[in-house]
């Protein structure tokens, strides 16, 4: 694929200073990084949208610089941010005749543009508008946007398969991933733990471990949340980069989210990658995701029955996990970040 554009300006909440770690942070570093290693640090402008708020002179002459000099500007904002600054990036783009391209983060845009029109719009002038489900880019493409590609949630990894996996004992490993809070289905998790464990054996029948960033507002109901026996148990925010391996030494993956905000959530893919098959809720798009019975299992949100039915699966038939986490390492080859940017520098728009 010949590449039309030899620089690039990324702008995105790259969460270095507050040292966030979020879907959001995770997309836009990784994207970032990527463009870095095709075309070199030189090659490659970077421009922080938290700047829009707390260094506003700053980041106009930071975000203008990145037009004048580059031939793309890639940007990745939330909704505060699109709201903000699109209008004066389009005139940016008109300006210095760019191509301008926005990568969404999240399933929250289709809701948004229905109920604004003017930011309807101002979307559809765009040169692409890369969003992460085929459900999204038909909701769009239903309000007239024909700007619309799909590229789902991506990564960067090793290509190597990773066979090295012990087989599944009891009690079963179970991790939790994500941002902790209530909306991404905690409670569920654990009162589906409880259940399990309320036959008395000599040890639990599955222990749950939970990973990430705990939010500021549900500090003291979580740390209620965890006075429980010793198979339940926090284990501090995960930096991306050991993802993989600490993954790796679980069985399944638990995502009871019901967030309203969730698009292809990053969770999953880092699952998929680490070989880990997923019990996860059929909520939003996660059905375009998990594939039943192959990468994982789905239940209906909130139905922690239906979660206690399929860790019992597990537990009556440990060897039905092998099959699955190979099959998650050849689905998370269709998610790397080589293939995204190769797309973006190409300035080949595929709608869909």
Known sequence: MALKHNSVTVCGHYGYQTNQIDGQTIKT????????????????????????SRHPVRFFFEARKGFKECSLVVMLPGVRGLH????????????????LQYVVIGGWLPDLLQRNRWLRNQCAQLDGIYVEMKAMAQALSGLGLLNVIVIPNY????????????????????????????????????????????????QPRAIL???GPIQELYQVEFQRLLI???????????????????????DVLLFPTYYEGEGFPGTLLDAYIAGLPVIASDWKYNSEVV????????????????????????????????????RCIEKAQ?????????MLLSGSIKTN
């Not at 004992?169 to 905690?186: A, D, H, M, N, W």
């Not at 991306?240 to 679980?250: F, G, I, M, R």
Request: proline residues 4%; charged residues 25%.
């Open 291 to 326: 594939e039943e019975g192959s990468t994982g299992l789905l239940f209906r949100t909130h139905a922690v029955e239906e979660i206690v039915e399929h860790i019992e699966t597990f537990i009556a038939n440990p060897s039905k996990i092998m099959p699955m986490r190979l």
């Open 155 to 202: 990564r960067k990894f090793d290509y190597e398969s990773k066979n090295n996996f012990t087989l599944t004992t009891i009690p079963i490993k179970l991790v939790v991933y994500s941002r902790i809070f209530r909306e991404k289905g905690i409670e569920d998790a654990i009162a589906a733990l409880k259940k399990i464990n309320e036959i008395k054996t000599a």
């Open 209 to 211: 471990d939970i990973y």
């Open 228 to 250: 429980y026996p010793q198979y339940i148990n926090y284990r501090g925010v995960l930096a991306p980069e050991s993802a993989c391996n600490v993954l790796q030494q679980y």
């Open 84 to 99: 903000m600054f699109l209008p004066l990036f389009l005139y940016w783009k008109r300006k210095w005749s760019r191509q």
């Open 29 to 52: 570093r990784v994207l970032k990084d990527a463009f870095v290693d095709f075309l070199g640090e030189a090659n490659v402008q970077v421009v922080d949208s938290t700047m829009f």
């Open 334 to 342: 269709h998610y790397h970040v080589e293939d995204v940017v190769k």
